[in-house]
């Protein structure tokens, strides 16, 4: 085989994987994404690298951005709910979804509420809760949903689960108060939940809990086994505590510029930019290509 030739093969062969948080990273402080960093995505791209978004969010939500950049079609996968559910555009169905406990949705709720915090869980394209406050009325116009209210948690799922309403994913408990409230009200819930669930903020006033197995650090690994990419060819980058798990997975973790502290101190780099002036690009010129 002659030596251009196999630099040929080594071309279209070799691949890296970009997994990028979407708030706070991918998108700019207005929820858009800048030119700049489209236009990287797509030199990558044609380079034969490949995008993974990785998100807090619902899929519902994640799947409406998606379809407003052109990310929603086959070769693309969407990690929402920190890692509880990935989702492939080329089968247009979930090939990992990890459920947790009504129950334990149940008691997560019922100590929010006690505590003065709203809590709210999913089913489907809705975000159900068992009271309507204002965090949750918040949250529903910033992801673009819509939210039922019920009784009891366990009762509706108990009676509704089927092929359209499936098992709960993750719980959302959003304090009206300071950081230091949920810091204090993590520390208590361990007390029953550690070893049986996952929990991390995504932003300082919401906390989540899910499947011990749902967090992002686990899906840059089972997306690498996915494409027989080793993890030393994999780049993951976010903002926030919830992507630590997959800035610390990844071949080369970054932390964005306008990251917060927790998130840079476990990065290999940390960006001269911010989401608001190209980070990505720097990190795809810089890493992938």
Do not use: W
Not at 124 to 143: A, H, I, N, P
Not at 193 to 220: C, I, Q, R, W, Y
């Amino acid at each position: 085989m002659s030596p251009h030739l196999t630099f040929l093969i080594f071309i279209f062969t070799y691949m890296k994987l970009l997994f990028t948080d979407m708030d706070g990273t991918l998108l700019t402080d207005d929820k858009t994404i800048l030119d700049v960093d489209m236009k990287a995505i797509e030199e990558m791209h044609a380079c034969g690298h490949k995008l993974v978004l990785c998100t807090g969010r619902p899929l519902t939500s994640a799947k409406r951005l998606a379809q407003k950049y052109g990310f929603d079609k086959p070769g693309y996968f969407l990690v929402s709910f920190n890692g509880g559910l990935i989702y492939d555009y080329a089968t247009e169905q979930s090939i990992l979804t990890r459920y947790i406990p009504v129950e334990s949705v149940k008691f997560i709720m019922d100590e929010a509420h006690r505590h003065g915090f709203h809590a709210h869980t999913y089913s489907g394209d809705l975000v159900v809760s068992e009271y309507e406050t204002e965090q949750l009325k918040t949250y529903c116009r910033l992801m673009q949903m819509d939210y039922v209210i019920v009784e009891d948690i366990r009762k509706y799922y108990g009676e509704f689960i089927n092929v359209v309403v499936k098992p709960p994913i993750k719980v959302n408990v959003i304090t009206p108060f300071g950081h230091e409230t949920l810091l204090d009200f993590r520390a208590e819930m361990r007390k029953t939940t550690a070893g049986k669930l996952f929990d991390v903020f995504s932003k300082p006033e919401m906390l989540e809990f899910s499947h011990m197995k749902s967090n992002k650090g686990d899906a840059v690994r089972f997306m690498a086994e996915y494409y027989k990419v080793p993890l030393s060819d994999t780049v993951a980058v976010g903002d926030e505590e919830n992507d630590c798990p997959m800035i610390e997975a990844a071949g080369v973790g970054v932390a964005m510029a306008n990251a917060s502290p927790v998130a840079k101190s476990v990065a290999d780099y940390v960006t001269t930019l911010d989401n608001n002036h190209g980070g990505i690009a720097e990190i795809i010129k810089k890493f992938v290509i």
